[in-house]
T-cell receptor, first 114, second 112 residues
Framework: SAVISQKPSRDICQRGTSLTIQCQVDSQVTMMFWYRQQPGQSLTLIATANQGSEATYESGFVIDKFPISRPNLTFSTLTVSNMSPEDSSIYLC???????????FGPGTRLTVL | GQQLNQSPQSMFIQEGEDVSMNCTSSSIFNTWLWYKQDPGEGPVLLIA?????ELTSNGRLTAQFGITRKDSFLNISASIPSDVGIYFCAGRKETSGSRLTFGEGTQLTVNP
């Protein structure tokens, strides 16, 4: 499986600010995804990051709040904009594998908004 | 929202005991995945299942893809302390491309 890294691993931010999270993969992948995991909860898909086109957002998530970039097949960023304490979560990127039937996850970015 | 019902929510067992957890849905899935998440880490894929009725093992872990394609279970035999963590099932529907739906997770505690 691919080796996936995320930066930062954690951050504490003030409300109203924005944070950009980076996801780097050690090999070219077609599918990249961004998830949110709220405290004590399961994973919820935010969007699919498409290379060369706009991300595809799930219901309840919008581009203005969570802009995503996918400049190439090994890298993506997720920005959490105009943060509030409700945005405090773990943000995870994942990549498709096994013919995109499987997904492999990065270590996550733990965000706390004060 | 979540369409996978995972149970139990939590389990407290003694080292050496066997564990079973399952996921059910009203929808049909064509892939079932089981993950384990340790504190402060991302989920790690344990087992992937692709065919109805398929039974797959990975060491002390065994998982099955239900015949109806609406459920899956994971068994852990002879549990050890490092089995502690949160176990998630995830399913992929034929109509949802590569997108996964996750269960709510089972928190496993193993007492030495």
């Amino acid at each position: 499986s691919a080796v996936i890294s995320q930066k930062p691993s954690r951050d504490i931010c003030q409300r109203g600010t924005s944070l950009t999270i980076q996801c780097q993969v050690d090999s070219q992948v077609t599918m990249m995804f961004w998830y949110r995991q709220q405290p004590g909860q399961s994973l919820t898909l935010i969007a699919t990051a498409n290379q060369g086109s706009e991300a595809t957002y799930e219901s309840g998530f919008v581009i203005d709040k969570f802009p995503i970039s996918r400049p190439n097949l090994t890298f993506s960023t997720l920005t959490v904009s105009n943060m509030s304490p409700e945005d405090s979560s773990i943000y995870l990127c994942s990549v498709g594998g096994g013919g995109d039937n499987e997904q492999f996850f990065g270590p996550g970015t733990r965000l706390t908004v004060l | 929202g979540q369409q996978l019902n995972q149970s139990p929510q939590s389990m407290f067992i003694q080292e050496g005991e066997d564990v079973s957890m399952n996921c059910t849905s009203s929808s049909i899935f064509n892939t079932w995945l089981w993950y384990k998440q340790d504190p402060g880490e991302g989920p790690v894929l344990l087992i992937a299942l692709y065919k109805a009725g398929e039974l797959t093992s990975n060491g002390r872990l065994t998982a099955q893809f239900g015949i109806t394609r609406k459920d899956s279970f994971l068994n852990i035999s002879a549990s050890i302390p490092s089995d502690v963590g949160i176990y998630f099932c995830a399913g992929r529907k034929e109509t949802s491309g590569s997108r996964l739906t996750f269960g709510e997770g089972t928190q496993l505690t193993v007492n030495p």
